[in-house]
């Protein structure tokens, strides 16, 4: 390790261990578990195995976990008849370690699918198979394991039609069905849903995702949830009582819902009026999410900014998240915690949905 990195590595925990007796009280996750949903982060597992205060952050704050890269086809699937579990096993591990549940992510996307896949010529009844092969190998590895999949993310366009992909193009718009069933088949108890972004509030996109979710429904398909990711700005986001209304009416179709990715994107350098801004931003949707009995949980898209996609994705964007760079809380981060405290001390509203009846293969 460089002298700088080493010295940056110490400034980061340092700053994490000031900023401790912050929080030590009530963390995010111990309200949440009283409030009664969860509270999540996708985790960069490369950070996780060298980062201890990150590695802390994590356990402290949070109890559920999505891999954010570990678990897509092109790192977990590199060759045709190979597969590398070393990043999933690793966060599967660390979080039985510390009582958190598992969201595995994602079994069928369009993006980032390894070039032995899109660059071979395959048949209709070759792609079945692979994905077949790809589905029942993951879920079965992590059968009881994961509490829930994303098992289809992002199959629908902007204009809310089924978007033009390379699983589209190659066996139909069965596919969907086709991987929920091969999902269930794989562990039956594990809770599957739909993700998706942009389709968060009302408009055309949400439209096709209610309206594939519905069908999907009506054939049987074993669909339990739909998470919608939330990845925003301050200019651009659906208003709260928009994303309270489509959770009701997918509740209404016996779906639970999820905030599955949540992130606030601020153009740099962020003001201390976006970061007020960002932190109402976080509340609103906790509380969009906390009035609807199906939403069981809230997860932002990485713990700190040192981790965040955002930056790479979006230049002159970041600051997206609840921690900063160091680790510490910002605004979001307290306006979460009250959000989750008032909720914990009973204040949890919106009990005008009915609940879903409980099944036992849609936990
Ligand atoms: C992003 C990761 O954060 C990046 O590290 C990766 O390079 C690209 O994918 N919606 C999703 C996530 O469902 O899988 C994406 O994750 C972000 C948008």
Redesign the pocket.
């Known amino acids: 390790m460089s002298l700088r990195a080493a010295l940056t590595t110490t400034a980061f925990v340092a700053a994490c261990a000031a900023a401790l007796p912050a929080v030590a009280a009530d963390t995010l996750r111990t309200l949440a578990q009283r409030a009664g949903v969860r509270i999540g982060t996708?985790v960069n597992v490369d950070a996780l195995n060298t980062d201890a205060a990150y590695a802390r952050l994590l356990a402290r704050e949070f109890d559920l976990v999505t891999p954010?890269?570990a678990l897509?086809f092109s790192v977990v699937q590199p060759g045709r008849d190979r597969f590398d579990f070393a990043q999933a096993d690793a966060l599967v591990a660390f979080a039985e370690a510390h009582g958190m549940q598992v969201n595995g992510?994602?079994l069928v996307?369009h993006?980032?699918l390894p070039d032995w896949l899109t660059q071979g010529s395959f048949s209709r009844d070759e792609l079945k198979a692979i994905l077949r092969e790809h589905i029942r190998t993951l879920v079965t590895r992590y059968r009881g394991r994961m509490a829930s999949w994303d098992v289809a993310?992002?199959a629908v366009d902007e204009d809310g039609r089924l978007r033009d992909t390379f699983w589209l193009r190659g066996i139909g718009p069965d596919y969907l069905a086709l991987a929920f069933q091969w999902a269930h088949e794989a562990d039956p108890q594990a809770h599957l849903r739909y993700?998706d972004?942009g389709g968060e509030g009302d408009g055309a996109k949400s439209d096709g995702i209610y309206d594939l979710v519905a069908g999907l429904r009506r054939k049987g398909a074993p669909i339990h949830g739909v998470g919608l990711?939330m990845?925003v700005s301050l200019n651009d986001a659906p208003r709260a009582s928009e994303v309270r209304i489509n959770m009701q009416r997918l509740a209404a179709l016996g779906l639970q819902t999820h905030i599955s990715?949540m992130d606030v994107m601020l153009t740099l350098p962020a003001s201390r009026a976006d970061l007020r801004a960002q932190a109402a931003l976080y509340r609103d949707m906790l509380k969009a999410c906390l009035a609807v009995p199906q939403c069981r949980s809230f997860s932002t898209?990485g713990a700190s900014d040192r981790y965040s996609?955002i930056p790479e994705?979006f230049p002159g964007q970041g600051d997206a998240l609840l921690f900063d760079m160091a680790g510490r809380p910002k605004p979001a981060y307290d306006r979460v915690r009250r959000i989750l405290r008032a909720a914990a001390s009973g204040k949890r509203t919106g009990e005008t949905v009915k609940p879903v009846e409980t099944n036992p293969e849609n936990k």
């Open positions: 996708a954010e890269n897509k992510h994602v996307w993006q980032q993310a992002e993700n972004y990711q990845h990715e898209w996609w994705f």
